[in-house]
């Protein structure tokens, strides 16, 4: 984070996970009810409530890393369209109360180790699938250099249904943004090129590179166990 610029995406997948955009229309995104699960820094929490002025909510289970982000990273207090949940954001998801309930979602749920995500079997995504509105989006960090992205890459299809996923090839860190969406297809390239002008124009986000990397993903078989 940079101290004179709090709310700018410095990192280059923090700023891919936000290519669910992408996939809703551009006049919507005030509206768009927004999820993350896993703070970090606070960067998607803070872009989406603040910058988008969408209504947001951040699941973290580690009260320190809420404290941290609330004393040195710049992160508001809640509001009428910020809302802080210290829990566990598999409980979070599972809860029917919570089903269609949001319209983008981003998930971040490396450990300290980043060896592979705490959440990340089928059961997970289906609940992931089930927080989401039709129309919604979800964005997922993988390592895509790992041995276990097919694995966890192929488990998101299974949950979200054929021909609901896609990916953005890897950052030079390894980092791989999976999309995963709920409820219509994948829009033809030109619309998704229109819209990256428009949000490249309004957010100064590289959406146009964002078009260029996506892709559709195909598990290979027996890959999702």
Known sequence: MRIRQPLKLELEYIQRMMAWLLLREPAGVPTTRCLQLGMGSAAL??????????PT???????????ACRAWFHLPADDERLQVVQGDASVFVADARHADGFDALCVDLYDHDAASPVLDDEAFYRACWQVLDDGGVMSVNLFGRDV???????????AFGPGRTAMLKPTKEGNTIVLAWKGFELPARDVLAARAETLQARYDLPARKWVKLLSAFTPAASTAS
């Open 45 to 54: 929490t803070k872009y989406c409530h603040s910058v988008l002025k969408a």
């Open 57 to 67: 909510t951040v699941v973290e289970i580690n009260p320190s890393v809420i404290g």
């Open 148 to 158: 276990s992205f097919e694995r966890s890459a192929a488990r998101i299809a299974a």
